[in-house]
């Protein structure tokens, strides 16, 4: 995710350097062309790009709202997962009772609870971005548990089920009444259904056929201007060209980036961040001081290795 309000120019135009670059040497040759073989000129009135930078605007203005609402749909789903996080280890802390005898396994309960949740979300933020799961949650696992999620393809969901498992352990030894269990269970429902969410934002492409209208249409009124402004700014028709199709690459670039919210670009969900925040919050809840002040730190320490992506 981009962390700097001000995003360097180098960056901005580097996303379409190659494309500008062959704009740059149409429009020159086409400058050329006229300027010495002037019994060969060619002009176009300018209505004629003008009516397809209408066009393009449109299906520009509707890819980009598009393409916004997938990445604010991905956002609000792990603002949700947050808050479900936060719920889920309220519920844990304020629910779970029994005898003294059996405190210290309740803590110990509550622990493993709340890590294994930390780790799910780390664990699914990883899996959208086709990254190993593991990386950053193994030592929040114990090893039983990280036996037990090799067996699933989906990691995230072996730690949910893990969760339900724990669930019914608990409710069977007499810690939780029946109203508690089926709000515990009400927010793993919750969680299930933000994964399913995210994940059918990552699987769901964005209509091919629609770009590839988008692109003709670009090309084609790139290919057309210089042969309608020629005629007007002569060799200065170069800078002008280059800065109209700057423009339009630059929203198409864009709106790329944003219908895609989990593929590790500058533009992404920071799904990383939002996890260390999660971390942080749950570790603080269970009064794990040390922890939850290596979790602190951790966004701050890891912002110079991630200027541009989390």
């Not at 020159?28 to 209505?47: D, G, K, M, Q």
């Not at 009772?97 to 990883?126: M, P, T």
């Not at 793993?188 to 059918?200: F, N, P, Q, S, V």
Request: hydrophobic share 45%.
């Amino acid at each position: 995710m981009l962390l700097k309000e001000n995003i360097p120019v180098k960056y901005v135009v580097g996303k379409i350097k190659n494309e500008l670059l062959l704009v740059a040497v149409y429009a020159v040759s086409i400058a050329l062309f006229h300027r010495f073989f002037p019994e060969y000129r060619i002009s176009i009135p300018i209505a004629v790009p003008a009516i397809l930078a209408t066009i393009i605007s449109l299906l520009l203005a509707f890819r980009s709202n598009q393409a916004y609402d997938r990445w604010w749909e991905a956002r609000s789903i792990w603002g949700a997962i947050v808050n479900d996080s936060r719920s889920l280890t309220r519920e844990l802390i304020t629910f779970l009772d029994g005898d003294n005898a059996a405190c210290e396994e309740i803590e110990g309960f509550k622990k493993r609870f709340v890590k294994r949740q930390i780790a799910w979300c780390y664990g699914l933020s990883q899996s959208l971005r086709k990254q190993d799961p593991y990386a950053k949650n193994a030592h929040l696992l114990v090893d039983e548990e990280v036996k037990f999620t090799h067996r699933f393809t989906n990691m995230p969901n072996s730690l949910l089920k893990l969760h339900g498992l724990d669930l019914k352990l608990a409710y069977k030894n007499g810690w939780l009444n029946d109203y508690q269990q089926v709000q515990i269970d009400g927010t793993l429902t919750r969680l299930c259904d933000a994964m399913g969410k995210c994940e059918r934002i990552k699987n769901t492409v964005f209509p091919v056929t629609y770009s590839l209208y988008i692109h003709f249409c670009l090309y084609l009124f790139i290919i057309l201007l210089p042969f309608g402004l020629i005629e007007f700014f002569g060799m200065f028709e170069v800078p002008l060209i280059i800065a109209i199709a700057a423009a339009f690459l630059l929203v198409e670039k864009m709106a790329i980036h944003l219908q895609d919210p989990f593929e590790n670009k500058p533009t992404d969900t920071p799904t990383t961040a939002i996890s260390q925040t999660i971390e942080r919050d749950l570790k603080q809840m269970l009064n794990d001081k040390h922890e939850s002040e290596k979790a602190a730190v951790q966004p701050a320490a890891a912002k110079a290795d991630v200027y541009y992506i989390l």
